[in-house]
């Protein structure tokens, strides 16, 4: 089934509806977070204050010779689409659009001479989505069965955010909390950090897990003191401590923490540096983005490389979209799934999803459906050119 055409696009969701008030604002919108530019005190205050690039979001829209057409979401609008529109579509429009292995390595190839990584790896991924959405919808069948069926029924999520008490009422018992202080704020923000941990630790009891994302705000010595501190609160996982790049000190914090669970991987990009992390034992669990690290492709090869170690493969805010539900299910070595919840509290959760119809969390499980593709549910009609 050859490819017809590869836009790039907008997609114009119906907006928003909450049948309820929230009770207060999101941890999402008013709570510092610990993070690579905490040094700088005019960005410090909010994550949003230096990565707001205005660049957005941005759709591939692959459309096949039978007309079947299928969607794939990534971030970072305008130079993405440049990518997408000036090298990569030209060069697959008459490629067989059910290759999507071949596709993945000519993209993989051909973005060498100014780097896969960073944002080509995004425009790969929003391409590799949208060629499975459509080869799904093609052969009238959901994207997991096309992955060889799924693996489990339901799927156990961790909550992601700091509103703990609305996550419980929700029926979450794993929770990850964004980590409001790093290096920059000295002992007093260590010491800041360990009360956060026992404040929730008391709140949510002995039966509930606690993971700590830090959001490449550390370096080795801060995340040792940390992780020893934090001891007696049993933290299940330390999440993405250290600036991504720095293989020489993930080397050196698996070797002073050989007792802590680490993970790390949303700002990986390819399968490279995932097979170089399995080979030299430097994390526990891989945690790529499948709109970010190549798509789908990328991260069915990830998977089964952690399963050949022994590792395991939890994917970055998973359950945010149908993709990474899809990938979840069908894999032996994903556990759970990352459920980001950055609505305000009291917004019911079958409210709070960014697509009309997506599968959402009931009392700490998801469960999905079997439309064909990816099953985003978005109407032809919704679609637009691109607009930066």
């Known amino acids: 089934m050859k490819i017809t055409s590869i836009d790039v696009v907008n997609v114009k969701l119906p907006p928003r509806e909450f049948s309820v008030a929230p009770r207060r604002e999101s941890w999402n919108e008013t709570d510092e977070v610990a993070n690579p530019m905490s040094w700088y005190s005019h960005v410090k205050r909010h ?6 690039t205005g ?3 941005v759709w591939a829209k692959v459309t096949l010779e039978d007309g079947t057409w299928g969607l794939g979401s990534t971030m970072h609008g305008r130079p993405v689409a440049a990518i997408i529109e000036d090298h990569l579509a030209p060069q697959l429009v008459g490629q067989d659009g059910f290759a999507i292995e071949r596709l993945a390595d000519m993209m993989f190839r051909m973005t060498k001479f100014y780097g ?14 949208a060629l499975w959405d459509a080869k799904g919808k093609a052969l009238d069948q959901p994207v997991y069965s096309l992955l060889g069926g799924k693996l489990k029924e339901r799927i156990y999520c961790y909550s992601t955010g700091n509103d703990i008490d609305w996550y419980q009422a929700v029926g979450f018992s794993a929770h990850k909390l964004a980590c409001p ?3 920059a704020d000295g002992l007093d923000g260590l010491r800041k950090n360990v009360e956060l941990i026992a404040k929730t630790r008391e709140q949510v009891g002995d039966a509930c897990e606690i993971m700590l ?5 550390f370096d080795v010595d801060y995340t040792v003191r940390l992780a020893e501190a934090l001891r007696p609160y049993r933290v299940k996982w330390i999440e993405e401590c250290l600036i991504p790049e720095d293989f020489a000190a993930h080397a050196e914090l698996r070797a002073r923490l050989p007792w802590q669970t680490l993970t790390t991987g949303e700002h990986w990009y390819t399968h490279v540096p995932f097979q170089y992390a399995l080979k030299h034992d430097l994390v526990d669990i891989l945690q790529p983005d499948i709109e970010w690290v190549g798509g789908l492709t990328t991260c069915i090869k990830i998977a089964h490389a952690a399963e050949a170690a022994g590792k395991k493969v939890i994917l970055h805010a998973g359950a945010r979209t149908p993709y990474g539900q899809h990938f979840s299910f069908a894999m032996a070595a994903v556990p759970w799934i990352e459920y980001f919840i950055g609505a305000p509290p009291g917004i019911p959760l079958s409210e709070s999803t960014w697509l009309p119809g997506m599968a959402y969390a009931v009392d700490g499980w998801l469960e999905i459906a079997d439309a064909p593709g990816f099953g985003l549910g978005i109407e032809e009609s919704w679609i637009e050119p691109y607009a930066s």
């Open 47 to 52: 994550r949003s204050l230096w990565t707001n």
């Open 55 to 57: 660049w957005g979001q």
């Open 116 to 129: 896969s990584t960073g944002l080509a790896s995004y425009a790969i991924s929003a391409i590799d989505l």
């Open 181 to 183: 202080y790093g290096p």
């Open 213 to 217: 994302d830090c959001w490449m705000a």
